[in-house]
């Protein structure tokens, strides 16, 4: 029987139902560590990217780290502060913040906010009412990477980020509006990234956008954030999924002048290697050419698979000696969602147990209630012993908030 953090996968369905999203701390902790490791080897800060996965109890364990968090809604900000994250660690993002998170920024919530286009910082300068913020500017520098692919672009292809047009008039604002402290600039260039060069390029472009605000009087501008994207391996086999972190934080820190710090945001890498979804079969099918594994989840907690076509790596619990056959694992949702195709054994029946591996980022966090499915619980593994993270929703959790 597959075993989870040292605990067997079947007890684990028995005492939490399915399907269930199981995290191992050990990994977790493995995974934060050799990146705090990496990046304060190069005075590199690291702040965790909250939209990867965030509980209260998350949160908790890394408020006792010595990392900063990545919000990027008023609902990461809460589930932060629950965790007892002081307000100067946290940083908050997004491309379209509500008024009432931009005043969060102001009452001292957090210690930075991320301006994303000029029409955001009119907004910012109108609720400030000469209150002071720190503030870093989210840059359109162009360059996007996701996985093997590596572009340098105009910048059209992307929402993120102020438009290059707009530089000038940001800078003009943000020079009438001194209670908004110009404090860097930030880039994030994509996700599942395993080469070294685009985080070279956009490091470089960074750089020069900042000696153009220090040279135009923005002497506290002093900061550099990378953002995230560090690549994670999701097949046990692949000789591509490599990614060699501490080097690209090197080959960064060397190229940044003294007195600008440089920070990273990785979420995916913290996370995901720490995640294992597990999921009941309901029905196995068997046609000429194929044969379907029909699971007691979904899309709707998996949707990544649907989304953009994430593999993931998939296991069945059960030890077996019969030979393997291509398997396509599908969820029970009214949309053809296709979670894997996996080699699997034969003798896989209805009332198995199946592990969809590295399922800790973006899973739970973009999970949905498509089909009025209520989401899974959330498991968290420590020294052997299982403690719940987040309840599985109720049916009547589906419909608080029907009229
Ligand atoms: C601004 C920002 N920082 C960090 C991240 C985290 O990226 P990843 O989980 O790939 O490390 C994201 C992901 O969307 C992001 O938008």
């Keep these: 029987m597959l075993t989870v953090g040292g605990m067997r996968a079947d007890i684990l369905a028995?005492?939490?139902?399915?399907?269930?999203?199981?995290?191992?701390?050990?990994?977790?902790?493995?995974?934060?560590?050799?990146?705090?490791?990496?990046?304060?080897?190069?005075?590199?800060r690291v702040s965790y990217a909250a939209k990867a996965l965030l509980l209260t109890a998350l949160a908790k364990r890394l408020q006792t780290r010595d990392v900063g968090l990545d919000v990027a809604s008023l609902g990461e900000l809460i589930t932060a502060e629950r965790g007892g994250i002081e307000a100067p660690r946290i940083t908050l993002h997004g491309a379209g913040k509500t008024d009432e998170e931009i005043d969060a920024a102001f009452v001292g919530r957090v210690g930075r906010l991320v301006i994303?286009?000029?029409?955001?910082?009119?907004?910012?300068?109108?609720?400030?009412?000469?209150?002071s913020l720190d503030v870093l500017l989210r840059m359109n520098t162009g360059i996007e990477a996701h996985t093997h692919e590596f572009i340098r672009t105009a910048g059209d292809d992307t929402k993120f980020g102020l438009a290059p047009r707009d530089e000038d008039a940001v800078l003009a604002m943000l020079r009438a509006n001194s209670q908004l402290r110009l404090r860097g600039v930030h880039a994030h260039i994509g996700s599942q990234i395993f080469d070294a060069r685009p985080y070279a390029a956009n490091a470089q472009a960074l750089l020069e956008k900042l000696d153009r605000y220090r040279r135009a009087g923005f002497a506290g501008a002093d900061t550099m954030v990378i953002g995230g994207g560090f690549g994670v391996q999701m097949h046990p086999e692949s000789p591509d999924e490599t990614i060699d972190v501490p080097a690209i934080l090197a080959a960064v820190a060397a190229a940044v002048p003294h007195g600008v710090t440089v920070e990273i945001e990785p979420g995916r890498?913290?996370?995901?290697?720490?995640?294992?979804?597990?999921?009941?079969?309901?029905?196995?099918k068997r046609y000429a050419k194929r044969t379907f594994a029909v699971v007691d989840g979904s899309m709707a907690d998996n949707p990544r698979p649907a989304l953009y076509g994430a593999y993931h790596h998939v296991v069945a619990a059960r030890k077996s000696d019969a030979p393997y056959h291509p398997v396509t694992v599908c969820g029970r949702s009214c949309e053809n969602d296709a979670l894997a195709d996996a080699p699997l054994p034969q003798d896989l029946r209805a009332g198995d147990l199946l592990a969809f591996c590295t399922t800790g980022a973006y899973t739970y966090s973009m999970a949905s209630n498509y089909n009025r499915f209520p989401r899974p619980p959330v498991v968290?593994?420590?020294?052997?012993?299982?403690?719940?993270?987040?309840?599985?929703?109720?049916?009547?959790?589906?419909?608080?908030?029907?009229?």
């Design 14 to 44: 028995e005492r939490y139902g399915t399907p269930a999203l199981l995290l191992d701390l050990a990994v977790f902790d493995g995974s934060l560590s050799a990146l705090v490791d990496a990046a304060s080897a190069h005075g590199i």
């Design 116 to 131: 994303d286009s000029v029409d955001e910082l009119h907004r910012v300068v109108e609720i400030s009412r000469g209150r």
């Design 269 to 284: 890498a913290t996370v995901a290697a720490a995640g294992t979804s597990l999921y009941r079969v309901m029905a196995i």
């Design 380 to 403: 968290a593994i420590e020294n052997r012993e299982a403690t719940l993270w987040a309840r599985r929703e109720s049916i009547e959790d589906v419909f608080r908030n029907d009229v």
